[in-house]
C-alpha cells in the first residue's frame, strides 16, 4: 500500500510539473516554415525581422509571429506603425495571416525610430490630435477613473493596482476608450468625453483577462 502512494505521489508530481512546464519555444522548422509562407505574399526586398512568440492556450501550445512596417511620423511627437500578425497551426503544419493591427506612441526624437516596450494598439480609427491628447492625458484620467472604479463591483477590487495603457478604441457610443491593463492580466475600459474644454473619466468597464 505504501509502494502505491508513492508511485501515485510521483505521478501526480510528474504531471503538475508537466502541466506547470513553459511551452517548447519555436522550432526551426516552424521558423523556416513562417520565411516560405511569407516571401511567397511579399516582396521583402530586405532583413525580414518577425517576432516570434508561443504561448499556451487552453493548454496547447500556440505559435504566432508579427512583422512590423516602417514607424511613420503622424502629428509631432505621435508615431504610428502597421503590425502584421500570423498564426501557425501545428496540425496543418502551416502558417496563415491573422487580423493586423496598428500601433502608437509618442516620441519627441526627429525620427519615429525607438518603438516602445509596450506601443499601444489602436482598435478603431481616431483622429491623430485626439490619439496624442489621449495619451498624454492618460496618467490623469486614470486617477480620475479610480472613482468610477470604487462604485463599480467589476472595479473595485483592482481599482488601486498598478495599470498601463494598453490600447486605444472607441465605445459603441462614439465615445473614445482608454483601454487600460493591470499587473494581474486584468482590463479596465475607461471611456472618456469632453466637459467645457477638458476630457474627463465618463464610465468605467473591468474584466478579467482581458486579452
Not at 17 to 38: I, L, R, W
Not at 107 to 126: K, N, V, Y
Not at 142 to 167: D, I
Amino acid at each position: 500500500m505504501r509502494a502505491k502512494r508513492v508511485v501515485a505521489g510521483m505521478w501526480m508530481a510528474t504531471t503538475a510539473a508537466a502541466m506547470a512546464a513553459p511551452p517548447a519555444p519555436v522550432t526551426d522548422k516552424e521558423q523556416a516554415a513562417f520565411f516560405d509562407f511569407y516571401s511567397a505574399s511579399h516582396a521583402t526586398g530586405g532583413l525580414l525581422r518577425p517576432q516570434f512568440a508561443v504561448t499556451s492556450v487552453k493548454g496547447r501550445r500556440h505559435v504566432s509571429a508579427t512583422v512590423d512596417g516602417p514607424a511613420q511620423r503622424a502629428v509631432l511627437p505621435l508615431c504610428r506603425q502597421a503590425r502584421e500578425a500570423f498564426d501557425y497551426d501545428a496540425k496543418a503544419r502551416r502558417w496563415s495571416a491573422a487580423a493586423p493591427k496598428q500601433l502608437v506612441w509618442v516620441h519627441h526624437g526627429s525620427r519615429c525610430d525607438a518603438q516602445p516596450e509596450t506601443p499601444i494598439e489602436l482598435l478603431a480609427p481616431l483622429p491623430d490630435m485626439e490619439m496624442l491628447v489621449l495619451i498624454q492625458q492618460h496618467p490623469t484620467l486614470l486617477n480620475n477613473a479610480r472613482l468610477l472604479m470604487a462604485g463599480n463591483t467589476s472595479c473595485a477590487p483592482a481599482r488601486s493596482r498598478g495599470y498601463r495603457l494598453r490600447a486605444l478604441d472607441r465605445a459603441r457610443d462614439g465615445l473614445p476608450v482608454l483601454v487600460f491593463e493591470n499587473d494581474i492580466g486584468e482590463e479596465a475600459r475607461i471611456a472618456v468625453r469632453k466637459s467645457r474644454n477638458e476630457l474627463v473619466a465618463w464610465s468605467a468597464v473591468c474584466t478579467a483577462g482581458g486579452r
